[in-house]
């Protein structure tokens, strides 16, 4: 098995959120627009990770951030205020009709001209920069394994697969039967031969998004010290875990050569006491 290091790219804006932002910005710069604006939780990789891109490649940028604003900012909020994001808070019930006609109103009065990126960067653009993970990898391979919350990335992954590739998708969300049809909606729009070379995974969601156990601490604390790689314990910790588990129960036929994309992430441990170094 080896890994696909998508988190060595930039500590800043490197993983998955920086191969779905790419041909965003693109697109952006191309209309002309010189804010971004998005969507995201207090501790989400993809805010951060915009945050980072527009200071790099000179956008504005506003954080629409789920919940209530926080006297102190946690360290992802902060590191996105000093990138000079600017920070908007809103309740949990708005948050859920984000993407209705009439807040995205509300937001146009408020903020001006924005090029908008929906939560966790998924769109379509995003698929294209995501292929090009697989794109990137030089030797050849039979599987391929990434984390999943929208599956975009998975989306975008199996549309550069050949045939005789399969990618296993490994849902970090409790119930999330839904991402199946999800990633399907997102093939056909992609207008890619819609294939069955992947599947998803639902059993290594520990409890939910972002939820944790002892075990799962326990094996990303094993896998550091195993192979000097760190994992994050929302997406790639679980993945990790899972794909080991299969493996453990003789899942893959004998000599089946996995790719494990490393999505990045790390920047999210800093909420997770229990895997700090000291
Ligand atoms: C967001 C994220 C994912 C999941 O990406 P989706 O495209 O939403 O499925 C996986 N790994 C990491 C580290 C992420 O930040």
Redesign the pocket.
Known sequence: MSVKRE?LADSRFG???WR?LKYNLLQARKQNKHTLLTFGGAWS??IYATAAAGRHFGFNTIGIIRGEAHQALNPALRFAQDCGMQLAYIDRETYRNKTSAEFLNQLDERFGDFYLIPE???NQL?LEG?AEIVNDISDPFDMIT???????????IVTALNSRQHAT?FA?LKGAGFLDSAVKKMLAENHSVVSSNWHIELDYHFGGYAKTTTGLFDFIRQFRSDHGIEL?A???GK?FYGLFDLIEKGAFEKGTRIVAVH???LQ?NAGFPQLSLD
């Open positions: 988190d993983g998955n959120k779905k990789n993809h966790g960067g998924s995003a995501c990434v984390a999943c919350g929208t599956g975009a990335t998975l989306a975008g998708g970090v994050d929302v997406y790639t993945m999505s990045g992430g999210g």
